[in-house]
């Protein structure tokens, strides 16, 4: 079944340390997202791409960064730079397409959580 | 400025009574409009979306959704609530074609015996 593969599931990360959350899609999307999520403030978009080498910045790129060398694969590091990083974060894929069509409908992953010790 | 409201943060509702979530939305225009449902430490599903046509949309689960246009609205109905649907709920809009969507905070829902 295709799908989004997050992982890992669970991470801990000391104060000062890069992590990376992996995201991998085998739905043939061209766009994937990374999304933060913390109670009560819904999900705010970290970074997207729409194509393989391209990517920009969402409502909250600072202290985050990422990659996009395959379709299938966009994964997230959280630097020591981000002064908040505990949180769910939740990677989504999408079509390209034109928003009628409905080929834009995100399809998410299970999520990462992130604690910081 | 853009945004997507959902007033309630906590809805307790008795299994076998009806359910309402509210969506208000302000955008320029009218923007494409969804209902994702998320459980505890999971990703979110789609439930429904409104794109354009009838303004009475269903999805899974037994859930429909009313956009109203002149209330900048997207409410999520369901007529008889079952135990499973305690979950957490998100309203979500998106006018880019590219699907960058901006979510609501989330109402979440306690179903009662």
Redesign the interface.
């Known amino acids: 079944d295709g799908g989004?593969t997050?992982s890992p599931k669970y991470l801990f990360r000391k104060e000062g340390q890069n992590v990376t959350l992996s995201c991998e899609q085998n739905l043939n999307h061209d766009?994937m997202?990374w999304?933060r999520q913390d109670p009560?403030?819904?999900?705010?978009?970290i970074y997207?791409s729409?194509i393989v080498n391209d990517f920009q910045k969402?409502d909250i790129a600072e202290g985050y960064s990422v990659s996009r060398e395959k379709k299938e694969s966009f994964p997230l590091t959280v630097t020591s730079a981000q002064k908040n990083p505990t949180a769910f974060y939740?990677c989504?894929s999408?079509m390209?397409?034109?928003?009628?069509s409905?080929a834009?409908?995100?399809?998410?992953?299970?999520?990462s959580?992130l604690t910081v010790l | 400025a853009q945004s997507?409201t959902q007033p309630d943060?906590h809805i307790t509702v008795s299994e076998g009574a009806s359910l309402e979530l509210r969506c208000n939305y302000s955008y320029g225009a009218t923007p494409?409009l969804?209902w994702?449902v998320q459980s505890p430490?999971?990703?979110?599903?789609?439930l429904l979306?409104y794109?354009?046509g009838d303004t009475l949309v269903q999805g899974i689960k037994g859930f429909e959704a009313e956009f109203k246009r002149s209330q900048s609205s997207f409410n999520l109905r369901k007529p008889s609530v079952h135990w499973s649907d305690a979950a957490e709920y998100?309203c979500?809009v998106?006018?880019?074609?590219?699907?960058?969507?901006q979510?609501?905070?989330?109402t979440q829902v306690v179903v009662t015996p």
């Open positions: 989004i997050q766009a997202y999304y009560g403030q819904g999900l705010r978009l997207y729409q969402g939740l989504a999408s390209k397409g034109v928003l009628h409905g834009n409908v995100l399809t998410f992953g299970a999520g959580r | 997507v943060i494409y969804f994702y430490g999971q990703g979110l599903q789609l979306k794109f354009s998100f979500a998106t006018t880019d074609s590219w699907g960058k969507f979510f609501g905070a989330g």
